[in-house]
């Protein structure tokens, strides 16, 4: 049975985006951000998003779009120190900021992908971190229990990907992006590059095709890859 073909516009893939969803975005500042996409949910504009990123970018780029065009009413992130207009927004009362540790913010979205609960640790105890979790006693020990982390949708960019989905980042743009795949319900990528299937070996594959359910090709890379030397 031949693998169906995943190829979609940017504006189709992202049309399926509407008020109120969650939206996990892959990267690590500007390392596999999905800008393209991002640029597409801005002009779409649905509102009321809770956006899942590691970070806010920096002003005029990324996220920073999407909290200037008051399309965001949650972000969970490690941290927005970059950006002072989401911290402005935040301190108006304007944004609602969940701070969460960069390991446990991965571990929670790993911890969605793979059908778990959520996990267990001691990281935070006794700290502002811990506000809004519970306590948890695991082997005679206290611990946190932290929930998993699911989105609507997942936004990825990636280097390569065949028309199944199959996809390979590059270097550390790897990030967040496959853990978002798999802890998402929809999983939207941009790729740079749209190969034939099978010219990525199965080893070579960063994430399956089957967490993958439309590729959208870039075709020039915007100004705000610059940054990424290759």
Request: net charge negative.
């Amino acid at each position: 049975m031949p693998l169906p073909t995943k190829y979609a516009a940017a504006v189709d893939a992202i049309a399926e985006i509407g008020d109120g969803a969650t939206v996990m975005l892959g990267g690590f500042g500007v390392p596999g951000t999905p800008f393209r996409l991002i640029a597409e949910l801005v002009r779409r504009g649905p509102r009321g998003l809770t956006i899942i990123k590691n970070d806010a970018n920096e002003a005029g780029m990324g996220v920073d779009l999407l909290l200037a065009n008051g399309q965001v009413d949650r972000l969970i992130a490690t941290h927005i120190g970059l950006n002072p207009n989401a911290m402005r927004l935040m301190n108006e009362g304007e944004l609602r900021v969940d701070f969460v540790p960069q390991g446990i913010l991965a571990e929670r979205i790993r911890a969605a992908g793979s059908g778990l609960l959520g996990i267990v640790t001691d990281i935070g105890m006794g700290t502002e971190l811990e506000s809004g979790t519970e306590r948890v006693a695991v082997a005679g020990q206290t611990a946190l229990f932290e929930p998993a982390l699911r989105a609507d949708f997942a936004l990825v960019h990636a280097a390569e990907a065949d028309p199944f989905g199959n996809l390979r980042f590059a270097g550390s743009a790897r990030n967040f992006n496959p853990l978002m795949a798999m802890a998402a319900d929809r999983t939207i990528v941009e790729a740079e590059r749209i190969v034939g299937l099978g010219a990525i070996p199965a080893e070579d594959a960063h994430l399956p095709g089957a967490f993958v359910d439309h590729v959208t090709p870039i075709t020039t890379l915007p100004e705000v890859y610059d940054v990424v030397q290759r």
